[in-house]
């Protein structure tokens, strides 16, 4: 919104108001705005993107349609996380230019479940399992044995 109201306009706003109606054939002023429309499609996470991209994206698509990636071809939802451009100091992570991204690299028990980015590292701190609930890392750790070493899509 720009600009301050008009007094034809707040005549409009006071009529909606108090008729809850809209006055027909009244005008629109300005330009069309554009909207995009937002599918589950466009919430599929990149892991080639930097650490901090992948952030931001987590949290633009939560609550909905909740960013998502693939796990042995089942999604996988991906609540919260926090981003790593350098490691913390205590952390290592056994990595070689050859791991390639969205390689679950490590569970590190105060920071999340590392994932290799295009630059950096991802934390997951809060994922979701199709069709169960949602749980904070270290719980799904407990279920999870497997998931160090498998390759997020």
């Not at 995009?36 to 996470?45: C, E, F, G, R, V």
Request: glycine share 8%; aromatic share 10%.
């Amino acid at each position: 919104f720009s600009g301050a109201l008009k007094s034809s306009d707040i005549y409009l706003l006071e009529k909606i108001a108090k008729d809850n109606a809209i006055e027909d054939g009244v005008p629109q002023e300005g330009t069309a705005s554009y909207t995009k429309i937002i599918t589950n499609d466009l919430a599929k996470i990149d892991w080639n993107k930097s650490s901090s991209e992948i952030d931001a994206f987590v949290r633009a698509y939560f609550p909905e349609p909740t960013a998502w990636t693939l796990e042995n071809q089942v999604p996988l939802k991906i609540l919260e996380g926090k981003p790593f451009e350098v490691l913390p100091d205590g952390v290592s992570i056994d990595v070689t230019d050859t791991t390639s991204v969205g390689t679950v690299c490590s569970f590190v028990k105060h920071h999340g479940i590392f994932v290799r980015c295009g630059r950096g590292f991802y934390a997951i701190t809060k994922l979701q399992r199709q069709g169960k609930n949602s749980m904070d890392y270290k719980s799904f750790m407990n279920g999870a044995r497997d998931f160090i070493g498998s390759v997020l899509v």
